[in-house]
């Protein structure tokens, strides 16, 4: 291949080098509003009134809107429309909405923000997931879901548990618990609305364009056509910018009010209360193993604090269920979840969506197994890979499977197994699994997931795509699979992206799913256009090779017209025959494997982590210079996550909602990182690609607690692992108390009657269902 | 009209002697981003927090969040605008493009514009340095190791 798998520039590395690029908030349009968001001050109250008479007479103020003119609820899942972009009833968390001015300036709008009346009835808030699950003392706090303040409740079984433990020599059970964090986009979000013919135009830092449209198509009571919404230059997304937001429909709506444009740039304090982050969970797990460490069940538990709103918190909860079975060979598996509604900003997808917290307490779990057995961690995963072209217990068809080979990476190239033996020094391994796009989309459709077409005229070849570049290389890769089809380079392909009005399907920046969808959309017009300039030439009496691409392309022009493709992608029909199965599919999955060097100090309690060694199967790195930024930023955003980085509240309020206090890792905290790229070669990746913008996270956290409890010999069974935590975890340990810092008890969980679901027969085809 | 006090400056940006007439209130990232449209100068935090609007004063990185523009009158202001000579990119423009330092790109005019004042003054940092120089820079893509491989390629160049 000429293009695919060269270390090539980004197609917009030169924009974003120089500043050019223009994100959402660089946009400036003549006759542009202010817009500010008047947000509540309590976790849970009634609104008892509003009023806004003194900030409509403030001069330079345009609009003042409520929840009356935007009552409409919304919200990413059908199942799930429980938001207002602005609240009149009843708020939920500190930062919901309420109120909006449009104004000349920004000040103004502030001002008229300050002079808006709200009359509250404070309720008593939520602030935990033991809170959510008693009677509450006033009302729920959202009137659907339940018992109590519960919104979700899965019960799930796959095979013979019972058996299965009771096979078992040795059965162990332990409980964790992953603390919330936030996605910490360098950008805040930003959108701007034009209401010009009729028609509304939205300029937003989105990563999924499309659901941005069908809410406000919603909300505004506007039919899609009436609509576009472009993704402007994105400063980072993580997840934190895939549900639709307040501010894009509050600007929209200001926008046909005073018919100018409105702008609207979230504050870094509103960034980290529009949240949309890691949910906190905590986590219960049974495990029965033979004697040789073969793993014969597994019974799962998880709770997670879902905060005020439903985001994506039912596929959330699923997810915190579902992939454990990709990773190991788990003959039977029970997975019991809840989420919870709390007074707190809504929980939802970052980086690994619901499968981090989980993927910490398996390893760290499967870890402890092996000492209490005495054998080598490494060792007892290994003997249960799962292993490849196989269905998982729970229906999961895994395909390409890397995972022996990035384990011997990481293993060989750290001297895992010949490793410094010093006070405080001590390495961890873990291994993880993640989703190459979700199997199904959002809201229930058969239509494509992805579509690309291609136009090519006089030589210019354009390629149109709705999938959104947010960072992590989604245009260069749609503009290196059309070059590589046509003879080309990157950057001889101009491309037109996320944008509702010229662009063709994609369903976005999210679950890892653009190189593989949006690339196999991209493969299949980028062929038909080459096959199209091959019979043109070949008409001509030439060959392609023998004639340069203007003259293929004048030819075929001359041939059959207007030049243009298109491709599209929809995963195959894999989900398994049960209500949930719809979480968890993936037409592939990718593979990591990580080992943790850290030194920790027992006296201070902190941890230095002097090198991360990770593998990572991406199935084919369509540029190996990107998927190694994937993984290093992976990498990266999991020690944040393992050892610093909390979204924790007091009284409602978020305790340290500035980036100064909300600590992430700085230039001094991060340690080199050894990446070992894997290709398996997937059967149905574009050119055998698949994700790697997630997967490389997951192992990180886990990894770190297991090179903790290797330097210091107590296990820290909680995220993050703060130097308070591991001094206690010290102190318990020479005390003779049980070397650990976590949480002790699980709560009772009303979960319902455990659907049991039969795992799929051993000779299960991996072809589609 | 609010009654706001407005000052009449010459800011020297970029080699560009520009007149302006500003609220006296207003920082520097705002006035370079909305009243003379240098939108490349980005804005995390408002607060000093996070690097991402640092601009170069008299070559030296400085955050425009926490300037007044009053106070710089006669003084060299860099914005990433002025860092390309015409359409020739910095070479450090050129390695942040060719090892992928540059994700999203949102911290990274803050980014270049630090370690342009760093290879300014250290042709030879070593990683350490480098690590020490850009360590209130905040980036949240990249997990900063391709920018530290672009300042020593960028560096090597430069020499």
Known sequence: MRVVGKPLPKVDAAAKVTGRALYADDIALPRTLHCKILRSPHPHARILSIDTAAAKRIPGVLAVITGLDLPIKFGILPVTQDERALEHEKVR??????????????????????????????????????????????????????????????????????????????????????????????????????????????????????????????????????????????????GGKTDPFAHEIIVSKLAMITGRPVKCTLTREEVFYAHRGRHPVLMWVRTGVTRDGRITAMHFRSALDGGAYGSYGVASTFYTGALQTVTYDIPAYRFEGCRVFTNKPPCGPKRGHGTPQPRFALELHLEKIAHDIGLDPVELKRRNFVQPNTRTVNWLRVTSCGLEECTDRVINASRFHDRERRPGHGMGFAISSYLSGAGTAIYWNDMPHSEVQIKVDRGGVTAYCGAMEIGQGSDSVLATIVAEELGLQPSDIRLVTADTDTTPIDLGSYSSRVTFMAGNAALEAARKMRALLVEAVEASGRRIDDVTFEEASMLAEARFG????????????????????????????????????????????????????????????????????????????????????????????????????????????????????????????????KEAGQGPLLPVPPAVCAAVHDALGVWIDEIPVTPEKVVEAVRRKEKGEPARYGPQRFPPIPYPPTIKVEPPPKDAAITAI | MRDVERVVLILDVNGEARQLLVPSHKTLLEVLREDMQLTGTKHGCELGECGTCTVLIDGKPQLSCLLLPIQLEGRAITTIEGMANGSDLHPLQVAFAELGAAQCGYCTPGILLAAR?????????????????????????????????????AAERLR
């Open chain 1, 93 to 238: 968390y500190v930062g919901d909405p309420i109120a909006a001015v449009a104004a000349t300036e920004e000040e103004i709008a502030a001002a008229a923000c300050d002079a808006i009346e709200v009359e509250y009835e404070v309720l008593e808030p939520v602030m935990s997931i033991e809170a959510a699950l008693q009677t509450p003392k006033d009302e729920r706090i959202q009137d659907y879901g339940g018992p109590n303040n519960v919104h979700k409740l899965v019960a799930l079984e796959f095979g013979d548990v019972e058996g299965g433990f009771s096979r078992a020599d040795h059965v162990r059970e332990d409980v964790f618990f992953f603390q919330g964090n936030t996605h910490l986009p360098m950008e805040q979000h930003s959108a701007i609305a034009t209401y010009v013919d009729g028609k509304v135009t939205l300029w937003s830092s989105t990563q999924v364009v499309h659901y941005v449209h069908r809410a406000l198509s919603k909300v505004l009571e506007l039919p899609m056509h009436r609509i576009r919404v472009i993704g402007a230059a994105h400063g980072g997304g993580f």
């Open chain 1, 562 to 689: 207007t030049l243009t493709t298109a491709g599209s992608y929809t995963p195959p029909k894999i989900a398994g025959p049960y209500k949930g199965s719809g979480v968890g599919p993936s037409p592939a999955y990718s593979y990591s494997a990580c080992v943790v060097d850290v030194d920790a100090d027992a006296r201070t309690g902190l941890i230095r982590v002097n090198k991360v060694w990770i593998a990572h199967d991406v199935g084919r790195a369509i540029n190996p210079l990107l998927v190694e930024g994937q993984v290093e930023g992976s990498v990266y955003m999991g020690l944040g996550e393992a050892l610093m980085e909390e979204q924790a509240f007091r009284k409602g309020l978020h305790k340290w909602p500035s980036m100064l206090e909300y600590k992430s890792p700085t230039f001094l905290d991060m340690p080199e990182i050894e990446t070992f790229i894997v290709e398996t070669i997937d059967p149905e990746g574009p050119y055998g690609a």
């Open chain 2, 117 to 153: 004042s760093l290879l300014e003054e250290n042709p030879r940092p070593t990683r350490d340095e480098i690590r020490e120089a850009l360590a209130g820079n905040l980036c949240r893509c990249t997990g900063y190791t391709k920018i530290l491989q672009a300042v020593e390629l």
